[in-house]
RNA sequence: GGAGGCUUCGCCUAGUCCGGUCUAUGGCGCCGCACUGCUAAUGCGGUUUGGGUUAAUCCCCAUCCCGGGUUCAAAUCCCGGAGCCUCCGCCA
């Protein structure tokens, strides 16, 4: 949620935002209201209950033929205290509520429009060219053996999958080569959980206007996440974290759930919008001011990731229209997908500034001592099922083989090729002692 | 799944049986001041976190794991839940 002193103090720099993202943005004068009446509430019941206590210490120090004077005026109060805490709740719970209702205030640079607004910042590597008919990444798969999309389908449903042969060595290798380059640039390695409580889902901001993208395991009231930004930003709720030595900064490894409810008939074929996927994430706790500027270096990270693994790409800058409901600036990577003959999003970061934290609770000491909300940020390092996609359309040889990345070599037993029919073993890398 | 124990203001801890004097004890740590030509030691004061109010100070309210309840009054009594620990059962 935002911060309720900025709403008070510049109600019209929120609308602003509200507007700019096509949200309704009476919803500020909803929560203003709210606001209002809260403080109102509170302190008509601390005033009540003031007296209260007042009121029962009397009781004790009554005479005895006072005393039940003293008595019945303390359980009148009592019973006003009573009704003013019951207000008091509502006007706890619906301040919370449009609290809730306001997506986090969108920055200044983010350019305006929606979904097809975005601005293209830059455009890395050569749209490479084939002189024979290209395969989509699915064909590439079943010729390789590496992804089965018929059986996932009979056993999970559709938008289910298995990586077989190359396919999981190569999600192996991913996430080896992720992981190894996160832990080398000062990430902390963390294998986060993928079923999560209500809090930590609320709290990173899935399940407002969105809630319908998220699995939920009734039965125990948990939440499979889309991202393990749920459980990295729930891993520090409520703690004061010590920044003084710059932000703290996660890889998270987890399995990723999407219901993808309203995209029927959009990337029906292969992995590329699937229910379930691996994913290495990074995420990022800071002070506020040096929010900007680490988002530019998760942002740089993705950039380095995608060049190691030898995929052209462009750099967009999102609109505000098209911003998660707790990204204030997101910017996507969009890798070429030769057999769409476009650019697809495989990597997103997200500069969620104090959104996600206020709601989690998750502050710092800053340089007086004094606790202050953290801000966090979170961006793909490799969204594994849809990165394996790419990868074999770019790197497609007209037989069906496809080159491996140098930078992927090490952790496919330093083969330069994945073949039709080749033999696994040659792909794996041998024993190192 | 079953049985028991535990959870107090950074850390440790007193208080809970038997409700009010708890405005929560003490130690450690930390901050400030005093003293000492430095350091150490000592003394004094401060040190949970939110909210309300205010120009600011003051002040007020809440906060003893969380949520309900009993009562004029709850750290303390009752109910529900969470987390941690021990034991039993089951289990990759």
Not at 114 to 121: I, K, Q, R
Not at 283 to 303: I, N
């Amino acid at each position: 949620m935002i911060d309720l002193r900025l709403v008070r103090e510049n109600p019209d720099l929120v609308r602003a935002s509200q507007r700019a993202r096509g949200a309704d943005e009476s919803r500020v004068d909803a929560l203003l209201t709210a606001d209002a009446e809260r403080r109102q509430a509170v302190k008509r019941g601390d005033d009540l209950r003031a007296e209260q206590k007042n009121a029962s210490a009397a009781v004790k120090k009554a005479s005895p033929e006072e005393r039940a004077a003293v008595l019945e005026r303390a359980k009148s109060l009592a019973a006003q205290v009573k009704e003013a805490e019951e207000a008091q709740r509502a006007a706890d719970a619906a301040l919370r509520e449009a609290h809730l209702k306001l997506a986090n205030v969108v920055a200044d640079e983010v350019p305006p429009g929606g979904e097809d607004d975005a601005v293209t910042l830059r455009t890395v590597g050569e749209v490479p060219t084939y002189d024979f008919p290209v395969r989509d990444h699915l064909e590439i798969g079943e010729l390789l053996g590496a992804i089965d999309m018929e059986r996932g389908a009979k056993v999970s449903g559709s938008r289910f999958y298995f990586l077989t042969g190359p396919g999981a060595l190569l999600e192996f290798a991913l996430a080896q080569l992720a992981i190894g380059r996160a832990v080398a640039a000062g990430f902390t390695p963390v294998v986060a959980p993928a079923l999560v409580r209500p809090e930590a889902m609320e709290g990173t901001g899935f399940l407002g206007d969105h809630d319908e993208e998220v699995y939920r395991v009734e039965r125990d009231d948990l939440y499979l996440v889309g991202t393990s930004e749920v459980a990295l930003a729930g891993m520090h709720a409520a703690e004061v974290l010590d920044l003084a030595n710059g932000p703290r900064r996660y890889a998270g490894w987890s399995s990723c759930f999407r219901r993808e409810a309203g995209s029927y008939g959009k990337d029906t074929r292969g992995i590329i919008r699937v229910h379930w996927f691996d994913k290495v994430e990074m995420f990022s706790f800071c002070a506020p001011e040096e929010a900007a500027a680490e988002h530019l270096r998760l942002l740089a990270w993705e950039e380095e990731f995608l060049t190691a693994l030898e995929l052209p790409y462009r750099v967009v800058d999102i609109a505000a229209g098209d911003l998660g409901t707790s990204a204030a600036r997101k910017y996507d990577i969009e890798a070429w997908f030769p057999s769409q003959g476009t650019y697809r999003e495989l990597t997103s970061t997200s500069d969620c500034t104090t959104f996600q934290a206020r709601r989690l609770n998750i502050r710092y000491k800053d340089s007086d001592g004094k606790n202050q909300i953290a801000a966090t940020l979170n961006g793909t390092l490799c969204a594994i099922a849809r990165t394996i996609a790419c990868l074999l359309e770019v790197h497609q040889r007209a037989d069906g083989s496809v080159y491996v990345p140098k930078a992927l070599r090490p952790w496919l037993g330093g083969v330069e090729l994945l073949t039709p029919g080749m033999t696994l073993a040659a792909a794996v890398p041998p024993p190192t002692a």
